[in-house]
């Protein structure tokens, strides 16, 4: 099943999860040893800022970090454009598709170059705690305190700019190499990546495209072990948006019921009684953009839709959901032992699904 759909006016979306985010002044600010998600003051200036560890998405779900920045009405995220982890490791690009993504999401992107490395302890030819070039990462923040268009407009500006910060990407991996003795991937995928941006940003957007939809088939052909499902009936499903972003996801369940498309993202644990956190948030993320498809489509044929985040456990008695009486809720809670950070936790999270219109189930797998 293919599913197409479209975000004609942005993102609206109340988060309701509570965040505590650490305050650091501009001035006491290294992104290295700043945490992941974190508020940053500069003057009268207040922004939310994250950080991620690698451009791939995957690598590292990174999605929790941004929705706990949502707290602020300014985002900035600090992406490496490139990382290298040496010949014997992987080497992953920026891609369209996440800028794209967070334009959509109104966060305002650095495109940062790592300055310093380690070489692995066990591993010949891989590195390790690659460091940020926190200096050019502050300037960056400082000019978006000072930039009034939109995270769009900042982030295609940045992205026309990318050789730039790719012949830094270059610089810094030659010096790294020679100070550890590590040799790195070839140049030139840096110099192709360079000149596909230069030439056409437009180019630039369909290849990363391609490449997304191709991680699309392959993440629909598999399931992946946090994923426990009713049906196995994954579904592929592309959104476009005002932006110029196309987006390629997997739906991880789908459920067709008269004219109603139910799109089930899904979490799992096997040894808590339910998903962490951090999956929890990764998949609010996939909410966001759930909750404001219009124009969802099924080989021409148009339908309504409903989203769902499906939680399961292995650990956990019964079944009961955001749609749920409060009596049933506070029995399921007392079967299940759940304590009280749990309970409100739980609490807060189906009050944000109420807020925003999709529903949350919890039960076991």
């Not at 110029?244 to 739906?251: D, I, P």
């Amino acid at each position: 099943m293919e599913i197409t759909a479209q975000i004609i006016e942005g993102i609206k979306y109340k988060p309701t999860l509570k965040c505590n985010l650490a305050e650091i002044l501009f001035d006491e600010l290294d992104i290295n040893s700043a945490k992941s998600s974190c508020l940053i003051s500069i003057g009268q200036n207040r922004f939310a800022l994250s950080k991620w560890v690698s451009p791939k998405r995957t690598r590292s779900y990174p999605y929790e970090r941004i929705y706990n920045t949502f707290s602020a009405s300014k985002r900035i995220t600090v992406i490496p454009i490139v990382k290298d982890e040496g010949i014997a490791g992987d080497r992953d690009f920026l891609q369209w598709d996440t800028v794209s993504l967070m334009s959509l999401l109104d966060v305002y992107v650095i495109l940062a170059y790592y300055e310093t490395a380690q070489k692995h302890r066990s591993r010949a030819g891989k590195i390790t705690n690659q460091k940020f070039d926190k200096n050019s990462v502050k300037d960056k923040i400082e000019e978006i305190s000072n930039y009034h268009s939109s995270a769009l407009h900042w982030n295609l500006k940045e992205l026309k700019n990318i050789s730039t910060v790719l012949k830094k990407v270059k610089e810094s991996y030659r010096n790294i190499s020679d100070e550890i003795e590590v040799d790195f991937h070839n140049e030139k995928g840096l110099d192709s990546f360079a000149n596909l941006v230069d030439e056409n940003l437009l180019n630039f957007m369909e290849s990363s495209r391609l490449k997304a939809h191709s991680a699309q088939s392959r993440e629909f052909l598999t399931i992946q072990p946090k994923e426990i499902l009713a049906t196995q009936t994954k579904a592929k499903i592309t959104i476009t948006n005002y932006l110029g972003g196309k987006y390629f996801f997997t739906v991880d369940e789908v459920l067709l019921k008269d004219n109603n498309l139910y799109l089930i993202e899904s979490k799992h644990s096997k040894s808590a009684k339910f998903p962490s956190v951090g999956d929890i948030k990764d998949g609010l993320i996939k909410m966001m953009l759930y909750t404001n498809l219009e124009n969802v489509n099924i080989d021409g044929k148009s339908f309504s839709s409903s989203p769902v985040l499906q939680l399961t456990s292995e650990k956990i008695k019964g079944e009961i959901s955001s749609d749920s009486e409060s009596e049933m809720q506070k029995m399921f809670f007392r079967i299940n032992n759940f304590n009280q950070p749990q309970k409100e936790f739980l609490q807060s999270l189906f009050a944000e699904a109420k807020e925003n219109n999709f529903r949350i189930s919890l039960g076991k797998s």
